[in-house]
């Protein structure tokens, strides 16, 4: 059997492992593309593990039940410092980690609880309750189990590496809280999944169409948002992918497909425009970043970002303000984007004029205070306006690390760690 080497991630005691193995090469579809991967970029997001694998799953059905997993994980109420409504307390979000980004789409449309056009691809998760499966998608890998008998978290034998926890409260492969106390041990034997290839963000060289592709041909350097990217090769559906910007490398576009679109949308969901003063919290992070840049480009007067100090001048050259807390303005915003989490969501709420006009991509508990929560979505127009602007040389990715694919647990490890600027990039 031909194979390709990709990464992938098992369950095993309640913990992700991620292992470099070899996988089924991939065969395209009728409408998808087979892309030889050149870079793929990472998100904390990566290491969601399923509730089951089903490599019928598109991206965007995926990305919607990662959504559903994100906000039955979120504690009971709203925002923190910010009235639940009726019926809900106040409870404290959950922070999200520096330029951690939701990649999760819903329908067009972006508010609490309405569905309201907010540009193309643009659109608000609904919540879905307790419980939640969470994605396998495309990618899912056969054989890639555990050894028996390794403690949580830890190798399973030559060649694994165990993940690191996503963020404050949420290990790895560790089920949601309102389900953790319903799942007995037997229960989540029976529920496993089988392996699974991570990622979502790739850029690389077309090898391969199916019969019904129109848009590309083999030799096409492209980039795209598509489910198992850390892999040597991929299937990507034709509508979830775009041609490279020719001004950014195959490392530099790896970036973009999640974190950009992310930040596209929501900016687009809070309806910026000429003449706005915009405050972008995380915007040194993956999803920030980008903000700053795409705030400019769609007519922002200016652009404030929160930071830790050491990335002020890295946001000064993005053309963003640096703040370390936004109250030192000293004035209300027109918009306010959250890619931060925790206390950065109800600050957004705060300091805005309308809250309606604060978007969060982290925290769905934004939605109870009046705000907008955005769970991006794959799509090619997107992909290609993003292009568009890099190439015109008004959108750069900064990456802060690139590492080979063998060492994707180091780089989550990195991300974990916090104080990532920009993007982390693997190579296979």
């Given at each position: 059997m031909e194979g390709v080497k990709a990464i992938t991630?098992?369950?095993?005691?309640?913990?992700?492992?991620?292992?470099?193995?070899?996988?089924?090469?991939?065969?395209?579809?009728?409408?998808?593309?087979?892309?030889?991967?050149?870079?793929?970029?990472v998100?904390?997001?990566?290491?969601?593990?399923?509730?089951?694998?089903?490599?019928?799953?598109?991206?965007?059905?995926?990305?919607?039940?990662?959504?559903?997993?994100?906000?039955?994980?979120?504690?009971?109420?709203?925002?923190?410092?910010?009235?639940?409504?009726?019926?809900?307390?106040?409870?404290?979000?959950?922070?999200?980690?520096?330029?951690?980004?939701?990649?999760?789409?819903?329908?067009?449309?972006?508010?609490?609880?309405?569905?309201?056009?907010?540009?193309?691809?643009a659109g608000a998760a609904q919540p879905a309750g307790p419980g939640a499966a969470q994605p396998a998608g495309p990618g899912a890998a056969p054989g890639a189990g555990a050894a028996p008998g390794a403690g949580a978290g830890q190798p399973a034998g030559p060649g694994a590496i165990a993940a690191q926890p996503a963020g404050p409260?949420?290990?790895?492969?560790?089920?949601?809280?309102?389900?953790?106390?319903?799942?007995?041990?037997?229960?989540?034997?029976?529920?496993?999944?089988?392996?699974?290839?991570?990622?979502?963000?790739?850029?690389?060289?077309?090898?391969?169409?199916?019969?019904?592709?129109?848009?590309?041909?083999?030799?096409?350097?492209?980039?795209?948002?598509?489910?198992?990217?850390?892999?040597?090769?991929?299937?990507?559906?034709?509508?979830?992918?775009?041609?490279?910007?020719?001004?950014?490398?195959?490392?530099?576009?790896?970036?973009?497909?999640?974190?950009?679109?992310?930040a596209l949308q929501a900016l687009r969901a809070a309806g910026t425009g000429e003449g706005d003063v915009v405050l972008v919290h995380g915007a040194a992070g993956g999803s920030g970043h980008f903000a700053v840049q795409i705030a400019r480009a769609l007519g922002a007067e200016r652009v404030l970002g929160t930071a830790e100090p050491a990335d002020h001048d890295f946001l000064r050259e993005l053309g963003a303000e640096p703040l370390v807390e936004p109250t030192e303005a000293g004035e209300p915003y027109d918009v306010a984007v959250d890619f931060a989490g925790g206390d950065a969501t109800a600050a957004a709420l705060r300091e805005v004029r309308d809250p309606a006009r604060a978007v969060s991509t982290v925290n769905p508990a934004i939605a109870a205070a009046?705000?907008?929560?955005?769970?991006?979505?794959?799509?090619?127009?997107?992909?290609?306006?993003?292009?568009?602007?890099?190439?015109?040389?008004?959108?750069?990715?900064?990456?802060?690390?690139?590492?080979?694919?063998?060492?994707?647990?180091?780089?989550h490890r990195l991300l974990n760690a916090g104080h990532v600027r920009g993007k982390v990039v693997l190579t296979p």
């Open positions: 991630l098992t369950e095993q005691n309640d913990a992700g492992v991620l292992s470099l193995q070899e996988v089924p090469d991939p065969h395209p579809a009728a409408d998808q593309l087979l892309i030889e991967v050149r870079a793929v970029g998100d904390r997001s990566d290491l969601t593990l399923p509730a089951r694998a089903d490599s019928d799953v598109s991206p965007t059905e995926a990305a919607q039940r990662e959504a559903a997993q994100r906000e039955a994980a979120q504690p009971a109420g709203a925002v923190a410092g910010q009235p639940a409504g009726p019926g809900g307390g106040v409870g404290a979000a959950q922070p999200a980690g520096p330029g951690a980004g939701a990649a999760q789409p819903a329908g067009p449309g972006a508010g609490a609880g309405a569905a309201e056009p907010a540009g193309p691809g409260g949420a290990g790895v492969g560790v089920p949601p809280p309102a389900m953790a106390g319903a799942m007995t041990a037997a229960g989540r034997a029976a529920e496993r999944p089988p392996a699974r290839v991570p990622g979502r963000e790739l850029a690389g060289v077309v090898v391969g169409r199916g019969s019904e592709v129109t848009g590309f041909v083999v030799g096409d350097e492209v980039y795209a948002y598509a489910a198992g990217a850390y892999a040597e090769r991929v299937t990507v559906a034709e509508q979830d992918a775009a041609q490279k910007p020719a001004g950014l490398t195959f490392v530099e576009a790896a970036a973009v497909p999640r974190d950009a679109v992310a009046g705000g907008r929560y955005v769970a991006p979505a794959p799509h090619a127009e997107d992909l290609r306006w993003l292009a568009d602007l890099a190439d015109r040389g008004l959108l750069r990715a900064s990456v802060h690390r690139e590492l080979p694919l063998a060492e994707a647990a180091d780089a």
